[in-house]
């Protein structure tokens, strides 16, 4: 199961003599930010760092042209909230699975809960 949302700009970002409104978006990890701090952007840019690396769709835009000066160059600003809930919407599909199996261990009965531990075995000397 893929965690991603896809959704539409309210305008788009032009680029190219193309403007571009729709957008996927998948769930941002730990590695995105560590891959921004290795990149060396600014700290300031942090957030549109890691938002390159987790957008993976963006209008005709080929993957590797989504980068963190595109965006600063043509995101924006109101669209931080139109991507924020798509990365929301992406989560919620994560956080709907159910475990595969989940394993409770109950008592037989009401004696087996209240049933004293075994006896710690003895030390063994040499």
Do not use: N, W
């Not at 769930?27 to 890691?50: H, K, Q, R, Y």
């Not at 394993?103 to 009965?109: C, N």
């Amino acid at each position: 199961m893929a965690f991603t949302h896809s959704t539409t700009l309210p305008v788009g970002i032009y680029h190219d003599g193309v403007l571009h409104r729709e957008v996927t978006v998948r769930l941002a990890t730990v590695g995105d930010e560590i891959a921004v701090i290795e990149a060396g952007i600014p700290e300031s840019g942090t957030a549109v760092g890691i938002l390159a690396r987790y957008l993976t769709r963006l209008g005709t835009l080929a993957p590797e042209d989504m980068t963190y000066s595109l965006l600063c160059d043509t995101l924006v600003p109101e669209y931080y909230a139109v991507l924020h809930a798509a990365q929301l919407e992406a989560k919620k599909k994560l956080s709907a699975l159910k475990p595969a199996c989940a394993t409770t261990v109950s008592p037989l009965s009401d004696s087996d809960s209240t049933a004293s531990a075994p006896p710690a075995p003895a030390a063994l000397t040499l």
